[in-house]
C-alpha cells in the first residue's frame, strides 16, 4: 500500500533491495543493474547511505522511500528501530535497520509488535530507538533494546513530515533509465547526492559544537 494513511505522503512500500556488493567482481555494475531492471519492470533507484553495500531497490510503486528517507532523516545511523502508531486499528509502521541495511519493514499490528522486537534484546550492538505516537507500554518495551542514545519521543507524526521534496530519495520510472548512459547519470547522481547530505550534516554538527 503506497500510502500509509489520508495525511502521508505516497511512499514506494513496499520495496525489493538488491545488495549490489554482491554481485560477482568481474561483471560492472551496468551488467549487474541491467538484468534486475529487466526482470522487475518497476521504478527503481540507486542508494549509497552504506558505501560498501549500495543497493538497488525496486518497488511496484512510485514515491519516496520509507526505509531510505528515515535513515536519512536520522543521520544515517547504522542500528535503527522507528515505530509510528499509524492511528487506525492498532496499526504500527515498523522499520528496522541493521547494519546500514534495511531488516524489516513493515505495519504490524500492536499485538504482534513484541514478537518482532523481541529478539533484538539480545543484540550485540545498540540502536539508535524513535518512537512516534506510541502507547507508554510500547515505549516501555522498547527501552529494554540496547540503545547508545536516549530513545526519542515525538507525539506529532514523523511520517507526514517527510514532504517530498528535492533531496527525498525517490524511485525513478525504469523506461528513463533503459539506455547505460541513464543508468549510470543515475548512479553518479544518488552517489552525489548521499556525499552532499553526508558533508552537509557533519559541517552542521561541526557548526553546532563550536557554538557551545
Known sequence: MPQLNDNSPH???PAHRVSLAKSQRSQSWLTTITPYAKLYRQPLTL???SWRH???????HQGMLLAENLKKRFHFPRDMIFCEDLGYQKQVMLVIIRRHQVYLEAKVHEIHLKDELLPLIQSQH??????SRVSPAISEFLAKIPHHKPIKVEHQSILNSLS????SIQLKPWRALQDSYSIIAHSIGSFLQTLHTRLWMRIKLMNGATSL
Do not use: E, K, V
Open 11 to 13: 511512499f514506494a512500500y
Open 47 to 49: 542508494d549509497w547511505s
Open 54 to 60: 549500495p543497493m538497488l531497490i525496486f518497488s511496484r
Open 126 to 131: 545498540p540502536f539508535t530507538i524513535i518512537a
Open 164 to 167: 517530498p521534496n528535492r533531496h
